[in-house]
């Protein structure tokens, strides 16, 4: 995987639904240096998350925000990482394992399945989901 392909995907992406490869995952989990809005810290202070919170990261890729998600509304609180493709789920598991995390569900789904536990959600992440499209029925 050289730079260019790397271009070409995010370029093939604007047109067409085509979810972040996982051999693009390093490009998820960069916290682009050039643009604040887009670092976990900046979106995560956004959300004004509290202790005991249940949200959802819709999309969550590698876990580059269900991690601090989780650590924000603690051990009373819950965080429910969606994504399509089980290899990102892999990763962001790992992550939230190496961080002793205990509050995170994961669910292997595309947004609009249904699949999404039946409860309440305080907020919601649909972050650099390039290709994500939601139903109305999530
Ligand atoms: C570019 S990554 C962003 C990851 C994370 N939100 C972040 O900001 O770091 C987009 C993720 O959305 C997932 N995705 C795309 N379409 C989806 C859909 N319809 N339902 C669930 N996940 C989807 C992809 O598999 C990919 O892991």
């Known amino acids: 995987m ?10 093939a992406s604007r047109c067409h639904s085509l979810p972040c490869p996982m051999w693009l995952r ?4 960069l916290d682009n240096p050039f643009t604040h809005t887009n670092r976990a810290r900046f979106i995560v202070e956004t959300l004004a998350l509290a202790p005991g919170m249940a949200v959802v990261d819709a999309g969550c890729g590698p876990g580059r925000l269900t991690v601090p998600l989780a650590q924000r509304v603690g051990p009373d ?19 939230t394992e ?41």
């Open 2 to 11: 050289t730079p260019s392909t790397a271009a070409l995907w995010r370029l």
């Open 26 to 29: 390093w490009l998820v989990e």
């Open 77 to 95: 609180g819950r965080v429910v990482a969606l994504d399509i493709q089980p290899g990102m789920l892999a990763r962001a598991r790992q992550k």
């Open 98 to 138: 190496a961080a002793h995390l205990g509050n995170v569900d994961f669910v292997a789904a595309a947004l609009g399945d249904g699949k999404l536990p039946a409860c309440h959600f305080d907020r919601a992440s649909l972050t650099k989901d390039l290709s994500l499209e939601v139903s109305a029925s999530d």
